[in-house]
């Protein structure tokens, strides 16, 4: 069983920088591909960064691309989401996400509690 803890939010003016991390629980860590979703005050989640299983691959959503950066490191069973340039519109909730591939689907398994991170305007 996989338990994942977000840790590293905080208020950051803009331009500035932040990092956030996440610590998995177990050993099946290196099987999960882990993703990093932003949930804004009445919006939906949206997934932000995904990082395959060994660190080979890595996507973002446009609009943080250039200026985030997601790694794993599967020894220390962590994966960080480095924020650079932040904006007021990166002001979420941000959550870890552990992920299988199943068939032609991701299915996300595993969900931390969420760390605020606040770029005010």
């Known amino acids: 069983q996989v338990q994942l803890a977000e840790s590293g939010g905080g208020l950051v003016q803009p331009g500035g920088s932040l990092r956030l991390s996440c610590a998995a629980s177990?050993?099946?860590?290196?099987?999960?591909?882990m993703r990093w979703y932003r949930q804004a005050p009445g919006k939906e989640r949206d997934l932000v960064a995904h990082?395959?299983?060994?660190?080979?691959?890595?996507n973002y959503a446009d609009s943080v691309k250039g200026r985030f950066t997601i790694s794993r490191d599967n020894a220390k069973n962590t994966v960080t989401l480095q924020m650079n340039s932040l904006k007021p519109e990166d002001t979420a909730v941000y959550f870890c996400?552990?992920?299988?591939?199943?068939?032609?689907?991701?299915?996300?398994?595993?969900w931390g509690q969420g760390t605020q991170v606040t770029v005010p305007s």
């Open positions: 177990g050993v099946t860590f290196s099987t999960n591909a």
């Open positions: 990082i395959s299983r060994l660190g080979v691959t890595t």
């Open positions: 996400v552990a992920a299988r591939a199943r068939g032609s689907m991701w299915h996300e398994d595993y």
